[in-house]
């Protein structure tokens, strides 16, 4: 593989890609990890805090991944 070869499949593998099937699994994975972390295995920063308080803890998590990836080519 040369150089150029390398580097160009190297950005392309790099770019943001999110279709709503991808968003909704990536929110439906954080959520069940968060289940399994505070229920099965009970981590304790998970356990301690109240509903109120995870959830404050944990929304900004979630909101990030429901914002649109600018795309660069478009702006």
């Known amino acids: 593989m040369t150089r150029t070869a390398w580097s160009t499949r190297s950005t ?3 770019k943001p890609v999110r279709s709503a099937s991808t968003s909704r699994t ?3 994975l954080q959520l069940l990890g968060v289940a399994v972390a505070r ?3 009970q981590v ?3 356990v301690e805090p ?3 308080s995870l ?3 944990l929304a ?3 909101q990030a991944t429901l914002v649109p990836i600018p795309d660069p080519e478009v702006a």
């Open 12 to 14: 392309e593998y790099s």
């Open 26 to 28: 990536v929110h439906c």
């Open 39 to 41: 229920h099965v295995i």
């Open 44 to 46: 304790n920063p998970l």
């Open 50 to 52: 109240d509903l109120d």
């Open 55 to 57: 959830v404050a803890m």
């Open 60 to 62: 900004p998590a979630i």
